[in-house]
Every structure is written in C-alpha cells, then in structure tokens.
C-alpha cells in the first residue's frame, strides 16, 4: 500500500516539478523573484537546489535590542525565561575587542552548519541536516543524550529540562529532546521569513538577511559576492549557512 | 562440572553475603527512584544544565566503562602474554569487566532524556557517530567477554580460551579508544580536542581497571580467609605502579602539549591554577590521591609480618578515588570552561556566554552515580557468590601464614 | 449524513473485528496470560533445566520461589495493557470531530492511523514534505474535544479516551500540541454528536 501510496506521490512531486520549471521559463526571472523564498508545493520536499542561508550585519545590529529573541520565544513557544535550564535558540551576544575595548552586539543561534559536528555525533540520527541545509533534531529518534550539546562550537542547543504544555503546533516541543533553532522552517515551507529576521526588519533594522545561498537571483546571494563576511569559528570549517558581516 | 564452575565460597557467610547484597540492593533502588522521578519530572531537579550538560552520572558511567575495559587487562596478560598466575585470574578479570561495564551503561541509561526510546538507539546507528560506535562496542564485549568467560570455565572449550583471549585483548583497546574518542572528537571545546585524550584513556584504563581488580581480589581472599601469596601481591603492586606512573607521564604530556602546541593557556591556566574545585580536583584528587601517594605507597618496602591495612588494598583504593577526580575534571571541567566564539574577544549573552559554568550536583545526580558503582557491586557479589572465581592458585591454605604488605 | 458509522464499529471488541485491532488484541494478551497459569509447569521444567547450569543450587528454596515470583510478574505485566478490557470499563464515548468525514474511510484510519501518522512524520521532519492529509495536526484540528478544546487533555479526549481503553501507551502529547492553533481554534459550530459504544 505504502509503495504505491508512494509512487503516486512521486510523479505528483514530478508533475509539480516540471510545472514549475515551465513557469520559470515563461516567467521572466525577476518577476519570480517575489519574497524572499519561493513557497513550493507542499507535496514537494526540502531539495538540495538550495540551500538557505543568513547574513548578519552587526554593525546594523541594535545594541540592546532584542527583538529577534523575543520574536523568535513567540513564534516557537518558548517561555523567555533565562535561567541556565531554559532553552534560548537565539541570543544576543556582546562582543567586545579586548584591545580596543569595542562592544558590539549580535545574534547567535544555530549556524546550521553545512559539516554539522551535532549531525556527526547523534549516535541515532535524531540530528539531522535536511536537504536545504536546514538542521534539524527529529524528536522522535532524540534520546535525550546531549552528545549534540556537547559537540556545538555555538552553543546553540538546548536540553528541555521540564514537561512541556500548550506548545505551539507548528513547533512541538518536549521534555527529553535536546531542540535548537530550526530558522523557523515551518515558516520557510511556506515562502516566508524566519520570525526573527521578519521582526528586525520591522524595527527597521534590517541586520539579518535571510535567503537561498545557491540561488544567483537571491538578495543573499549578490550581498555575499559583493560584502566581505565572516564565519564565527571559521578555524573548524563548518561552512556555516549563517555568516557575520561587520566584524 | 558442578564442582568446577561454583563453590559455595565461605559457606557459612550467608547472613553477610545477604547484607552486601542488600547494600547494593538500595544502592540501586535509589537509582531506579532517581530514575523514574526524572523520568517524570525533567531533568530541572538536577543540577545539570544546559552549559554543563553531562554531569555527575557521566562522570562515574565513564569511569566505570573505562575501568571495565582496564578489568579485562588481568585476562589479556594471561592469555596474551600466557602468563599464569594470571591465567589464573582470567575468569574473575573478565566477571569484574562486564559487572563494570553493566553498571556504567546502566547509569548512562538512566540518565537519558528519552530513556523510553533506547530501542531507537539499538535500531538506528549513525555510523559517523562515535557514540554508535561506542554502542557497538559495549554490546560485543558483552558478547566476546561472555564467551571468554565460557571458554575459560568449561573444560571442553580450554583449546578455545587464547584466541577468544586475543579477541577480547584487542576488543577492549577499540572500546577503550572508543570512549576516550568521544572526548576527542569534540572540535569546539578547549579542554577535550585532542589526539591524545584516546591513548590517555587507554592507559588510565589499565590502572583503574587492575586498581579496582585487586580490591575485589583482596576482599574475596579475605572472605575465604585466605591470603593471596605475597609474590603475586607485590607483582600486581608493581604492575599497578607502572601503570599509575603511566597515567601521570600521560597526564603531564597532555598538559604540556596543551600549554606548548595546542596554545590552550587560557583552559590551562583554568584547569591549573584558577579554577577553583576543578583545580583543587585535578592537584589533590587526580595527581596526589590518585597518582603521587599510591606510588608512594607502593614503592615502600614494608616489614614482614601483619599489619592493619595492607598497601596492596590501600593505594588501589586511592587510584579508584584519584579515578573519580580525574573524570570530573575532564567531563565536568571541560564543559565548565566557556566555549570560545570570537578568539581575542570578551563575550557576554544571557546564556552563560564567556563565564565560567557552576555545576551544583543534585541528590538525584548523586543517586544515579552511585546506583551504577551498585549495579558493578551487586553483579560481583552475586557472580562471586555463585560461580568459582576465586583464584585458583596452589594455595594451601593452612599453611599459609597471615602476611599483609 | 453524520451517520455515526465513524464509530459504531467500536462495538464488543470481538463482535466488530474492524473495531481497533489494538482493543482485540489486548483482549487477546489477556486470554493468553491466562492460559499460562495452566501450563506453569512446562516453564517449570525448563527452568529446572536450565538451573543444572546455573546452579543456584545452593539455595533450593529461592529458585522454586523465584520461578513462581517470575511467573506471577510476567503474568502482572502482560496483563496491565488489558486491565480496562477484562475490567469491563465501558466503551469510550467519541465525540464527532468536525466536517463531514475524516480523510479517508475511517475503518481505514481505524487500523492503519499509527503507521499514516508515522510515514507522514517522517516524512515532514526529515524531508520537509508538507502535505496535510495524514498530518497530526490535522487531526487535532477536527477531533479537539468541545470540553477542552483539546484531544488529549481529559479522558473524555478523543485520541485519550481510545487509547486509554486499549491501553496502547500514547508519548505524541508529550511534544505535540493537543489543541488546534489560534487561527484554527475557531469551531465550525457544527453540532457535536456524541455516539455510543456497544455497551449501551
Ligand atoms: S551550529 Fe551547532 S547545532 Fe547548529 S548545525 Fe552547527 S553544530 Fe549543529
Ligand atoms: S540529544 Fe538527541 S539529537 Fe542530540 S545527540 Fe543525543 S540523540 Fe542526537
């Protein structure tokens, strides 16, 4: 059952595919290039043709602001609490130059590396990198080990301590499993921004930039090829999907 | 057979033997009850965390894992190197390996997230993962450990023993290597990524591992009201000595390599000299309890004749401590050092960036650290109690006088 | 229209072989963890057998005692999924979720929801496949109950109540929400049928 179930969701996928193809063709390019990602047929998979990506401008980056953060607590559930057993999947860090003595302010959250050390250890697979380079923990294989945890050069990931209630749907979450930020992937199936990158453009701040690193026609794309940025950590070459600019 | 494979050793002792088994008893019952309130609480009633998120349950589940591969060790020489007197102890090193390994995998499952999805874990391999690997290797030395001891006890499969003997020998380096590589294959942290973490490993493997075998031996003589034959005494001793002295030599190499080629300063200064109970750990717990006075004490030449405590029993009891120190050093102490994100820079964020991390372990942290040294315990009482692992040297017992050293 | 074919094969387990295969089969658990007690001795033997190796013999007492323990605990355990149905706890009482039909035909659903909800997971997670048909929360979405707006927060709860009844071990709610999002919390002022299991 399940086999045919399959192949019939295959050439749907298939169908769609093409479709799409025969749009890009007709459609002059720009006129495709609408937000920020294309949304894609729900039958259609993460495919490895992109793969997404952020670009952080910390010199646009608000000392003190942190609406990312709180965006981010709404769009996930998370309580916003700090204590050293709460989850944070993004944070502002103040970075100060022990030379100089310039602060400055940025967010760090899962850099969803392209080599992902936390995809490497998961001794069940629960770590998982998608197609599109989106990394993800499958709740449903985690064991609640934290060899992730321990293997992040970021410190992007979180235990959840406690049972969990009223999560929301989009975004289960639980006691047990180890979780990080996702870049709000239920949102990018849908065409749309991460939350955080959607609240720092509305304060105007516009730091974060987020879009398909392979896609020429991207705004990240071109601002990457014409701005010098950075990896944190470029030592243990990751090949981050989130890069720095301004530091 | 009967005869060959059990004795029922100090007959008599049957109201003791009842009370080392209840003794372990609640030693696990206070695990499995840390167990299931964690279980169903969180992990918010310990004081793990998510800065150090492998606390004190990691720390003796690692030891004991180590330690159980340095069991074997005993064995290995018998059958490796076909020395006989320990030969003789082959069965009872390989008991006291599995009896370790069992309690240090129980801990480490007790304490998981999902406990309830360990079939996941025994399904899905991630082969990229050193933790699988790992997985792996506890389940076919459970396997290869348990046919050695098979092979060692019935007669009929003797031929059999030197091989299996090798296999085990060369199984346990790869699980030896294999857990210290799960420290080493941490890139990020200062404190973990280095290539010398799996061979030091290896080598605090033996020591722990004979360390823990002589204790065991020592108590089971006494039970029996033997006395082990003080040639062999002072030959483990010596064995021991060298195999401390190796952990310290490593020690010392892994420090300086770190401070000289590895320019981590910043986590040796730390761990060195400031950081507070990791270094008091790491002076007096890992380099005196647990390296300076055991060799002491095994190097002084005792007078004939009885004393109170043996040395024999003593400094292995000292390394097993300065083992524990170790491990907290390592585990706990690697992961409260704070990670570093921009070389040269300060960092500060509302999650612990740049400051160092407190770790305060909880009674349920304490319940399951040792609800897992009881699981090794109870195993070894029951195993000893029911099967024949006494050595069996040409010991007459009368004859014998009451020597200790 | 809202026959209540949805659930009226929930019946006697026996009498309704589509009714929720996992009902028949803790019936079945049960019956058989019965049947064992008879044949206590075969278990015996073999045991009895295998003491020659293990030789416990020492204490001919704790191994006779420790077979019967052993017995009885296995007994216990296997029997507990079954406690309800041997109970004889009245059938669960569904609510109708909301809309005309489920998804599919619902004996369907009935028998195969576990591996739907399991392939459509796997899917979603690790591929990033976004269809609704069999998601989860789609489910809540029509069978959150009219109480508490949840599918799982009382016993009267629609994936609760079954469940509970089967004694199949639900872990879904530990992550998932249990009640539909906010856009989506907006009931379709469908009137709600309650329907009657066989035991009425
Ligand atoms: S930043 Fe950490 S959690 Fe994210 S992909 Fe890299 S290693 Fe994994
Ligand atoms: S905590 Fe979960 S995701 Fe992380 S390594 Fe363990 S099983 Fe994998």
Redesign the interface.
Known sequence: MSDSMNSKLEDRRDFLKAGGLVAGVTLAPGLLFYGVAQSRAPEEGASSRQRWGMLIDTTKCGDGCSDCVTACNTENGLSGKTGPQDSQWIRKVDVKDLRTGYVQSLPMMCQHCDNPPCVDVCPTGASMKRADGIVLVDRHACIGCRYCMMACPYKARSFVHEPMHDQKPDVPRGKGCVESCTFCVQRVDKGEQPACVEACDAKGHKAMLFGDLKDPQSAIFKALKSTDSVEVRADLALDTGVRYQGI | MAHEVCVNQGGGRTVEFFALLGLGGVLILGALFAFFTLEHHGHVLTGMNNQIVWGLPHVVAVFLIVSASGALNVASIGSVFGKDVYKKRAPLSGMLALALLSGGLGVLVLDLGRPDRLIVAMTHYNFHSIFAWNMIFYNGFFAIVGLYLVTLMERKLKYWSRPVGFLAFFWRLGLTTATGSIFGFIVARAGYNSALMAPMFIIMSFAYGLAIFMVVQASMYSWNDLTLDLTIRRRMKKLLAVFVGASLYFTVVFHLTNLYFAKQWDYEQFILLDGGIFTVLFWVGQVFIGAVLPLSLLFINRSQGEHLVSFSVLAPLFVVVGGLCQMYVTIVGGQAYPLTLFPGHEVRSSFYDGVVHAYHPGIYEWLLGLGGIGIAFTLTVVAVRVFKFLPQDDFKPVLMRRSTD | MNAPENLATLGSPPEHPQGAGRVRNAAEAATATLGTKKHLGRPGVLLQRMNGM?????LPDLGKWFRIVACLGAMAFTAIPSMQVVAGVDLPKLEHGKGDKCVDDVAFIRRHHP?LLK?H???T????????KYSL?KC?ECHAGSKTGSVASSKEDFCVACHRYAGAKL?CW????T???KQ?AVPDAKPVLPLHGGSK
């Open positions: 293990a030789r416990v013999a020492n591996d392939h997971r796997d899917e997670v690790r591929l990033g496949i976004r269809t609704t929360k809540v872990d530990d992550c998932h929400a009640k539909p999002g989506a």
